[in-house]
């Protein structure tokens, strides 16, 4: 078995961090149970990203007799009250609506109604739009062990992931491995640099020589350093950058941070 290279954790703030939320969020699909056919049902599945680059999301009607119009709405979570983003209707007895709308990164949940007063809701999902399909997969991992750990899910920032994803393509351009890079730049200076701010609380993760999102998240975990960062409550933020050398070593990196 291939074993994990180097790992390095950091960590800078203005002032102190938080504790542990209370509560985790979800981005797992809901799949609807098994009913019996007498059972008048509706369930929502957890918003995604196609192939197309939209955000998407389905429900279904199940074990009913009657015809009824089935609404769907697509809801972003935000402070205060959630948005609908988009929103689509059919009517029928059983089947299937979707709706889709552009991708705009964040955190996403799906309702449906019908005009007979069944009601679901998913789980929630961190959607990333315009993203590698590998950082979106460090950004699942991560806000898994995250959610397990009762923290809530980090949201992609197109700023910090281009502060991360220079300093993975720098560090595989020039052969190093370091948080200060070689023309001297501090992993503050490049978070700084990125415009992310206000900024009061910052960390990074640096991992070479893992093949795949889930060998370094998981380096990261059994790492007490890139552990404490990654669970690390209070952030809400993060950038993700993955590089590959001329020698065909893989750099990742991790930047969070929070307002």
């Given at each position: 078995?291939?074993?994990?290279?180097?790992?390095?954790?950091?960590?800078?703030?203005?002032?102190?961090?938080?504790?542990?939320?209370?509560?985790?969020?979800?981005?797992?699909?809901?799949?609807?149970?098994?009913?019996?056919?007498?059972?008048?049902?509706?369930?929502?599945?957890?918003?995604?990203?196609?192939?197309?680059?939209?955000?998407?999301?389905?429900?279904i009607r199940v074990g009913c007799t009657?015809?009824?119009?089935?609404?769907?709405?697509?809801?972003?979570?935000?402070?205060?009250?959630?948005?609908?983003?988009?929103?689509?209707?059919?009517?029928?007895?059983?089947?299937?609506?979707?709706?889709?709308?552009?991708?705009?990164?964040?955190?996403?949940?799906a309702v449906v109604t019908?005009?007979?007063?069944?009601?679901?809701?998913?789980?929630?999902?961190?959607?990333?739009?315009?993203?590698?399909?590998?950082?979106?997969?460090?950004?699942?991992?991560?806000?898994?062990?995250?959610?397990?750990?009762?923290?809530?899910?980090?949201?992609?920032?197109?700023?910090?992931?281009?502060?991360?994803?220079?300093?993975?393509?720098?560090?595989?351009?020039?052969?190093?491995?370091?948080?200060?890079?070689?023309?001297?730049?501090?992993?503050?200076?490049?978070?700084?640099?990125?415009?992310?701010?206000?900024?009061?609380?910052?960390?990074?993760?640096?991992?070479?020589?893992?093949?795949?999102?889930?060998?370094?998240?998981?380096?990261?975990?059994?790492?007490?350093?890139?552990?404490?960062?990654?669970?690390?409550?209070?952030?809400?933020?993060?950038?993700?950058?993955?590089?590959?050398?001329?020698?065909?070593?893989?750099?990742?990196?991790?930047?969070?941070?929070?307002?």
């Amino acid at each position: 078995m291939r074993r994990p290279l180097g790992i390095l954790a950091c960590a800078g703030g203005l002032v102190a961090l938080g504790a542990p939320s209370a509560t985790a969020q979800s981005a797992e699909a809901v799949t609807a149970p098994q009913v019996r056919q007498a059972e008048c049902r509706v369930y929502a599945a957890a918003p995604a990203v196609s192939s197309a680059g939209k955000i998407q999301a389905s429900a279904i009607r199940v074990g009913c007799t009657g015809s009824a119009l089935v609404r769907i709405r697509i809801v972003q979570e935000r402070t205060g009250t959630d948005p609908t983003v988009r929103s689509a209707s059919l009517r029928g007895v059983n089947g299937r609506v979707t709706v889709t709308a552009p991708c705009v990164s964040g955190v996403y949940y799906a309702v449906v109604t019908d005009d007979q007063g069944n009601t679901g809701r998913s789980k929630n999902a961190t959607l990333s739009c315009g993203v590698p399909k590998t950082v979106q997969e460090v950004l699942r991992l991560t806000n898994a062990e995250r959610r397990a750990g009762g923290c809530p899910a980090l949201r992609d920032d197109s700023r910090l992931r281009s502060a991360a994803q220079g300093h993975s393509a720098d560090m595989a351009a020039n052969n190093y491995f370091n948080h200060t890079s070689k023309d001297g730049r501090t992993m503050t200076d490049r978070i700084k640099a990125s415009g992310f701010s206000p900024l009061s609380a910052w960390a990074e993760n640096m991992a070479w020589g893992q093949r795949t999102p889930a060998e370094v998240v998981k380096a990261w975990m059994n790492s007490p350093g890139h552990r404490r960062n990654i669970m690390t409550c209070s952030y809400t933020h993060i950038g993700i950058g993955v590089a590959t050398s001329p020698r065909g070593r893989v750099y990742w990196t991790q930047d969070f941070a929070r307002h």
